[in-house]
């Protein structure tokens, strides 16, 4: 419960400091009663905390899920009139999009509404991501038994409407990279174990079989499909 009174008073540095020493604590639940088992993120925006609920967000908080039968945190925020929280949480990460437990964004990266960001996902800063994308689901691999593999992606990336991106097999080193500065289009899918390079187009339906390798500043044209 260390977390709850650094949140309230805004001490970044310490959130920090715990969350660095127990990753868990970003999922912590309020003790007392009154607050009806609030998650970390759901205290930090009833109480007008945007830097913290920035940190939780970054570190993992669920930000769109109803726990405990309690309202979401920008609803928390609304209520208590918190406007610049509200508009983190509607801008910055878009209504009905869920972000999962393992997932680390970075700052200035926007998450459109209706997108789905889950497994062990990193993701860097000043990306866009848009409406009904699907990041760091599982592979379509009939082998893969929920093992923990990652999903990579680095700064300043444009994901469109639709697109997929799995997380990887254990078949290599556990890990599909996306890299810096890409852009994929609608409904452009990067499968498991792909290594993507930096300043990619992707257009509309290109498809990438799984363990492709992209080098920097390709262009692949719409509907290709590579295998």
């Not at 309020?30 to 570190?59: D, I, M, S, Y």
């Not at 509200?86 to 509404?113: C, M, P, Q």
């Not at 290594?195 to 079989?209: E, P, Q, R």
Request: with cysteine; aromatic share 8%.
């Amino acid at each position: 419960q260390k977390i709850f009174p650094c949140i309230l008073t805004g001490d970044i540095e310490a959130i920090c400091r715990l969350l660095d020493g127990d990753p868990g604590l970003v999922h912590a639940r309020h003790a007392n009663p009154e607050f009806e088992q609030w998650t970390a993120l759901q205290f930090a925006a009833a109480n007008g905390q945007l830097p913290a609920c920035k940190l939780l967000v970054e570190r993992g908080a669920e930000v769109y899920t109803n726990p405990m039968n309690t309202y979401p945190p920008v609803i928390q925020a609304a209520w208590n009139r918190h406007q610049d929280v509200v508009d983190y949480f509607l801008h910055e990460i878009g209504a009905y999009s869920v972000v999962g437990e393992h997932v680390s964004v970075g700052k200035n990266t926007r998450i459109a509404s209706h997108v789905l960001v889950e497994g062990w996902t990193t993701i860097g800063e000043r990306n866009q991501i848009f409406p009904f994308s699907c990041i760091g689901t599982a592979p379509q691999d009939i082998s893969y038994k929920n093992e923990e593999t990652a999903l990579v992606i680095g700064n300043d990336n444009v994901i469109r409407e639709s697109a997929t991106i799995h997380r990887a097999t254990t078949k290599e080193d556990r890990v599909t990279v996306i890299g810096n500065g890409n852009f994929l289009m609608a409904y452009s899918h990067v499968a498991h174990d792909c290594k993507l390079g930096n300043h990619i187009i992707m257009a509309n339906s290109v498809g990438l079989g799984g363990h492709i390798t992209v080098g920097d500043y390709a262009i692949l044209g719409g509907i290709v499909a590579v295998h």
